[in-house]
T-cell receptor, first 114, second 116 residues
Framework: KAGVTQTPRYLIKTRGQQVTLSCSPI?????VSWYQQTPGQGLQFLFE???????NKGNFPGRFSGRQFSNSRSEMNVSTLELGDSALYLC?????????????FGPGTRLTVL | GQQLNQSPQSMFIQEGEDVSMNCTSS?????WLWYKQDPGEGPVLLIA?????ELTSNGRLTAQFGITRKDSFLNISASIPSDVGIYFC????????????????FGQGTILTVHP
């Protein structure tokens, strides 16, 4: 089975711009979770989607949003970028049900905001 | 804030030595997961634990789910240079509704350096 893929791997943006990141989960996985990783805050949960519905959301401002498509692929969007949004953005896929909490991560998208 | 306390924060060891790290929480977890992350990559799942007291191995790695359900341990035996990386413990923090819905809480990580 192919693993989780994320595109692009690297992005450089300037303050005020917006960005869209993409994640393709493992085939058969219906849940996609997004995380932000920074040296100061570690790995922090952004949100989770299952069958095109957001089921859970972390403590991030409304500038961070996401969606999931019928094929389980997911996108996250960050609008009005700030310098502090520079981070590694990780998505993880899982079955999303049945008591199995194992999540499998993609390689991440490294976002740099100048 | 952080719900999982991981220690030590870093370790410097010689190749061939055994390594132990642990993770503790003030909350009860029903699942403990251990991940390894290499620079510039996403975390890779090493071991998943689902039952209090469970001891699970994956090659040279052994992890245990603490009896109190508030801690977990990871041991690496006979370390090799490719064990270098950051090791994270993680678990689903159950919300008031009894579900975690895809949210894993992570420890701060243990940075492992192995000298040949």
């Amino acid at each position: 089975k192919a693993g989780v893929t994320q595109t692009p791997r690297y992005l450089i943006k300037t303050r005020g711009q917006q960005v869209t990141l993409s994640c393709s989960p493992i085939s058969g996985h219906r849940s996609v979770s997004w995380y932000q990783q920074t040296p100061g805050q570690g790995l922090q949960f952004l949100f989770e989607y299952f069958s095109e519905t957001q089921r859970n959301k972390g403590n991030f401002p409304g500038r961070f949003s996401g969606r999931q498509f019928s094929n389980s692929r997911s996108e996250m969007n960050v609008s009005t970028l700030e310098l502090g949004d520079s981070a590694l953005y990780l998505c993880a896929s899982s079955l999303g049900q049945g008591g199995n909490d194992e999540q499998f991560f993609g390689p991440g998208t490294r976002l740099t905001v100048l | 804030g952080q719900q999982l306390n991981q220690s030590p924060q870093s370790m410097f060891i010689q190749e061939g030595e055994d390594v132990s790290m642990n993770c503790t929480s003030s909350s009860i977890f029903n699942t403990w997961l251990w991940y390894k992350q290499d620079p510039g990559e996403g975390p890779v799942l090493l071991i998943a634990l689902y039952k209090a007291g469970e001891l699970t191995s994956n090659g040279r790695l052994t992890a245990q789910f603490g009896i109190t359900r508030k801690d977990s341990f990871l041991n690496i035996s006979a370390s090799i240079p490719s064990d270098v990386g950051i090791y994270f413990c993680a678990g689903p923090l159950i919300n008031a509704g009894g579900t975690s819905y895809g949210k894993l809480t992570f420890g701060q990580g243990t940075i492992l350096t192995v000298h040949p």
